[in-house]
């Protein structure tokens, strides 16, 4: 573990969960977990190694066992993210986790089981944003199942409107998305660019996406090319 992993860059509430371990078991877990969410992104397996090394030593603890099972998913390994994510849940009692557990039931083949999540009365507990992850969450498991029409309809839902919400640029791009499977590229075409103009962080590849339905291909520079693959 590097020297400038410290236990204090962690999330406070975090850490705060954290509590009922001794304190250098604590410091230990709060550094692996803030290698984690360095890692993530930039080396999956690594994060992954990082959250099972925290889960070891604090598998009582909620936020360990979700951090691990995000690690989990993110690593493509569903089986394991969905029973971290159902300890994690059943630890804390909350449900924010269902989207993800829904989505792992997909990585397992059993979009059934996503929709059933879906359906279920704890998802009516989730919070807006969490509600949108779980639409977008529905629309793929109907695309699944082959019910490309239905994986439209799902997203056709009143945050639909919501464009100043933080979370909406993710849902119309997965609405461009479903649409441009049922075959309405047109259509799919104007929601990308809806969604690419609001996606200021850069969480989808709206952008990259639009440009490839549209035809733009990859603009060569001519001074890369060897002189005889020119025209003089």
């Known amino acids: ?6 236990a204090t860059d962690l999330d406070r509430e975090m850490r705060s969960e954290l509590r009922t371990l001794s304190a250098v078991n604590a410091e230990t877990v709060a550094r692996y977990l803030v290698q984690v969410g360095r890692l993530l992104d930039l080396d999956p397996e690594l994060a992954y190694a ?46 924010h986790l269902l989207p993800l557990m829904a989505d792992a039931e997909r990585g397992l083949g059993r979009p059934e089981r996503a ?16 509600r949108v992850e779980m639409t977008i969450v529905v629309s793929g498991a109907r695309r699944d ?4 029409d239905a994986a439209v309809v799902a997203l056709q ?19 461009a998305d479903a649409l441009d499977a049922a075959g309405r590229s047109e259509d799919a075409r104007g929601w990308l660019a809806r969604a690419a103009a609001a996606d200021a962080e850069g969480e989808t590849d709206a952008a990259d996406r639009l440009a490839e339905l549209e035809g733009i291909g990859e603009v060569i520079d001519l001074g890369d090319l060897e002189p005889d693959d020119t025209e003089h």
Request: no cysteine; charged share 25%.
């Open 1 to 6: 573990m590097p020297d400038d992993a410290r």
């Open 115 to 130: 929709l059933e999540l879906a359906a279920g009365a704890e998802a009516k507990r989730l919070s807006t944003a969490e």
């Open 157 to 175: 839902t009143p945050e639909l409107k919501q464009e100043r919400s933080p979370w909406w640029p993710r849902l119309a791009y997965a609405y």
């Open 50 to 95: 990082n959250a099972m090394a925290a889960q070891r030593r604090a598998g009582r603890v909620a936020v360990v066992r979700e951090i691990t099972g995000l690690a989990a998913y993110r690593t493509g390994r569903y089986a394991e993210a969905l029973a971290e994510f159902r300890a994690a849940k059943r630890l804390s009692g909350s449900v």
């Open 145 to 148: 199942l082959g019910q490309l």
